[in-house]
Structures are given as structure tokens and as C-alpha cells.
């Protein structure tokens, strides 16, 4: 595999044995923007609702007829990206999309006084520019972006490991300081625009530096013979694709994760309505912090146990945790229990996702000679997003069934029903049906073969 020259200071960091924290740290400053961003859109509900004054059920199905729009453009990035051949990289050129998913971001917290309708087609344009467009182009290079910035799996997972505490760490500080905050000053739109602006310009900034400090090292197409570019068809690919069983378990594993996730925009109703202290959503935030060292632990729990087990031990756990809190209602306790064993439920496919993307690269090449890597990304990027365009349109759509009104200071039984299902017993059974997913999964079974094979082809032996 070619790789671009060494200068004077010898093996670039990304293919370094003892890989520097610094580069790790780099590598993670646009994930903390992402995250922010997201867990912000994740409020886009509640925005719309209890401050604009829109209706939960037609903002619900706004959001989740948006997804129909994503699947062209994911479909449609990944093809470019497998065709993207640049100076700076195959990857790394999309990352500076963060810029511009942050400026729709603004605008789409600041809608305009206009009419009703018009506020609808406002939010709605502002949600498919975040999504359609600037999170296709960040989520579709993630996982080609790492392969060809750490050419080793060790610093994979590494990185990815690093990436993973500093996300999570950074998000909980988020998640507690946050519910404080809306407590307050998100009341109304002048505090959210007062939040919004200076927030996401930071941000914007901040996204950025991955593009600047983490080069791309490996400058051919991975995995093609004698350095190839792919030129297959958009339908050869997705021919390719179709005989990749285990990309469509790890999709369905994004879709899952990212709609039990996301899911969460009915936290905020539940504190508020059920709990009846939207202040206490933050103190349970607190307690999530136990769940930042399990990340530490992750490469040593996966070279021990496999990555397989790892995802279905975590996801078993999560199930438990989704019943403890069920169980105890309100109490502040198992509230408190039951979300960090639910955390840890999630953190494989959400934090871990790109080894597991990158696994999937692999096995499709070793099965059919052929290394995609675009549609491959682009494919488990849509299912993310579904997931996240999923849970808002569930919220919405089941809320506005239920009679929920963001007006009311108390809500109907049937609503607080709703509430208490969106935010309980509906994570459960996806955690089941997760569950039943993962013993599917069997890459660890076929690695050692795999891995001899692919080094074979590649002149590494």
C-alpha cells in the first residue's frame, strides 16, 4: 500500500508505534463538535414545541419524511467518495462540512416571526441542510478518514478509544450543565439565540482543527489491485454490497443505537412532566460520568474478549438498565442506575462504531475481491440518521396522537402515558431486538482467516 514520503522527523503519527495522546486528542476536536451539534438537534423537538408553539405531530412527521431525502444524498456521497481522489486526500477535504452544518445549525435555533406555515417550511429546510447535506458529507468519510490517517489497527482503536472518552466526557458536562440552563434561560427565543450564536461559532472553529493537524497517509485506494482506482458502477457497488451480511447487522445496529439514543428528546418532556423537576435531568447527567472509564477499558475488554462478545455483553447490560428504570418510576435512584447501565448499552456501536465499519470494509473485500469504502460508510451513516430522524418523528407523532400540548403547564394522562413509554419502555425493546442482532454477528469467528488473506493480497507477508 503506498504511502505518502516521510519528511525529516521520520514515520508520520498516525502509523507510529507509540502514537502521541496529542494526536488522539486532535483527532477528537471535531467529534466534540459533532456531538454538541447533535445533542443540540436532539432538542429540535422541544424548540418547536414549547417555544415556537408548533404542533408535536406535524413537527414529528416533518422531521421523519425528512429521512426520505437523506437516502438519496448518503447514497449519492458514498458514490463520490469512492471517486474522490484529492491532494489532500480522499477524506479529509469533506471535513471542512462542520463549518457549514454549524451556520445552518444557527439559523435553524433562530427561526424568524413569521407565520406558522412559514415557521414549518423554515425549520424544515434549516433540518434537512444539518442532515441531508453537511452530516452526510461528516459521517460518510469517518471511518475511510481513520483508516487512512492510523494505518494500524492498534492505533485504531486507539484513537478510537480516545475519541470515544473525550466525546463522552465533554457530552455529560454538556448534559449537566444543560437542563440548568434551559431550566432558565431557554424559556424563550432570545435566550436560545443567545446560546446559539456564540456557541456554534466556537464550535465551528474548533471542528476544524482534525482537517488541519490529522493528515491522510495512505494516498492510493486501499485495497485495489496495484493501487487502482475504483471504478465500478453505482450499481456494481451496491451489487458488491448486497453480499456483505454483516454490513447490513452493523446498519441495523447504527439504526438501533441511534434511535434508542435519540430517544432521549423524551428525557426533557419526562423530567418535566413525570419527574416534575427538569433540573434533576442534569444530577442524573452527573452520575454518567462512571460510564467515561468503561471506554478506557474497551481495547483490553476487546483483545480479551473479542469484539463480537464486547457488543453483546454491553448491549445485554443496557436491557437491564432499561428495566431497572422502568421498574422504579421516579425514583431518583433507579433513574440514576438504570441510565448508566443503559449508557454502557450504547457505547459499542456509538463509540466504537468506525472499528466495526472498517471490519465490514474488510470482510466485503475478502468476500468478493473487491474494497469499497464510501458507499460502506455512507450506507451506515444513513442508518444513524434515520435512527436520530426516527426518534424525533416517534416523539412527535406519538406525543401529537396522545393530545400533548407544549402550552399546557400540566398534560393530559394519556400524553404523560406517552411520555413514560417514549421514554422507557420503547429503548427496551429496541435494546431486545439489538440483542437478538448482535448473536448474528460472528466477524471474530472468520478474522484470523481474513486478516491472513488480505495480507496475501496486499504483499504483506
Known amino acids: 500500500m503506498k504511502k505518502e514520503k516521510l519528511n525529516e522527523k521520520g514515520v508520520p503519527f498516525g502509523a507510529r508505534q507509540k502514537m502521541p495522546l496529542f494526536y488522539g486528542l486532535a483527532w477528537s476536536t471535531r467529534g466534540i463538535s459533532a456531538a454538541i451539534n447533535a445533542a443540540l438537534l436532539m432538542q429540535i423537538t422541544f424548540y418547536c414545541t414549547d417555544i415556537l408553539g408548533l404542533k408535536a405531530g406535524i413537527v414529528g412527521g416533518m422531521l421523519l419524511g425528512s429521512k426520505i431525502i437523506d437516502a438519496f444524498t448518503d447514497l449519492g456521497f458514498g458514490f463520490i467518495l469512492d471517486k474522490t481522489h484529492t491532494k489532500l486526500g480522499k477524506a479529509r477535504p469533506y471535513e471542512l462540512f462542520i463549518i457549514f452544518e454549524w451556520i445552518f445549525t444557527i439559523f435553524m435555533f433562530n427561526a424568524p416571526k413569521i407565520s406558522e406555515g412559514g415557521q414549518y417550511i423554515w425549520i424544515f429546510i434549516m433540518y434537512v441542510m444539518v442532515n441531508a447535506v453537511c452530516a452526510t458529507a461528516l459521517g460518510g468519510i469517518d471511518s475511510v478518514y481513520l483508516a487512512r490517517a492510523f494505518t494500524t489497527n492498534q492505533n485504531q482503536i486507539k484513537v478510537m478509544s480516545i475519541n470515544g472518552f473525550v466525546v463522552m466526557f465533554v457530552s455529560i458536562i454538556f448534559n449537566i450543565w444543560f437542563p440548568g440552563w434551559l431550566d432558565t434561560a431557554g424559556r424563550t427565543q432570545e435566550g436560545w439565540r443567545s446560546l446559539i450564536i456564540p456557541a456554534g461559532i466556537t464550535l465551528a472553529i474548533l471542528g476544524v482543527l482534525r482537517f488541519i493537524f490529522c493528515k491522510e497517509i495512505v494516498a492510493d485506494e486501499a485495497g485495489t489491485e496495484g493501487g487502482k482506482k475504483n471504478d465500478l458502477s453505482l450499481k456494481e457497488s451496491m451489487k458488491h454490497l448486497g453480499k456483505n451480511k454483516y454490513l447490513f447487522i452493523v446498519v441495523g445496529l447504527m439504526f438501533l443505537t441511534f434511535l434508542v439514543n435519540n430517544?432521549?428528546?423524551?428525557?426533557?418532556?419526562?423530567?418535566?412532566?413525570?419527574?416534575?423537576?427538569?433540573?434533576?435531568?442534569?444530577?442524573?447527567?452527573?452520575t454518567a460520568m462512571i460510564v467515561v472509564p468503561a471506554l478506557v477499558l474497551f481495547p483490553m475488554l476487546a483483545n480479551k474478549f473479542g469484539t463480537t462478545n464486547l457488543l453483546r455483553g454491553a448491549v445485554l447490560i443496557g436491557a437491564i438498565g432499561l428495566l431497572i428504570r422502568t421498574i422504579g418510576g421516579t425514583s431518583l435512584v433507579t433513574l440514576i442506575i438504570g441510565g448508566c447501565l443503559m449508557g454502557i448499552g450504547t457505547l459499542p456501536i456509538s463509540m466504537m462504531i468506525n472499528t466495526y465499519l472498517i471490519d465490514c470494509m474488510d470482510y466485503g473485500e475478502w468476500k468478493t475481491g473487491v474494497r469499497i469504502e464510501g458507499l460502506v460508510a455512507s450506507i451506515a451513516n444513513f442508518a444513524s440518521k434515520v435512527g436520530n430522524g426516527v426518534a424525533l418523528g416517534v416523539v412527535g407523532l406519538v406525543m401529537g396522537l396522545a393530545g400533548y400540548d407544549g402550552t399546557l403547564a400540566v398534560q393530559s394522562a394519556s400524553a404523560n402515558a406517552a411520555i413514560i413509554f417514549l421514554y422507557n419502555i420503547f429503548p427496551m425493546i429496541m435494546f431486545v431486538v439489538m440483542f437478538i442482532l448482535s448473536l448474528n454477528y460472528k466477524v471474530d469467528e472468520i478474522r484470523p482467516q481474513m486478516d491472513a488473506d488480505l495480507k496475501a493480497k496486499h504483499g504483506q507477508n
Not at 430517544?263 to 452527573?286: E, N
Request: glycine residues 8%; proline residues 0%.
Open 263 to 286: 430517544m432521549q428528546t423524551a428525557t426533557t418532556y419526562y423530567f418535566k412532566y413525570i419527574v416534575g423537576d427538569i433540573s434533576l435531568q442534569g444530577t442524573v447527567a452527573v
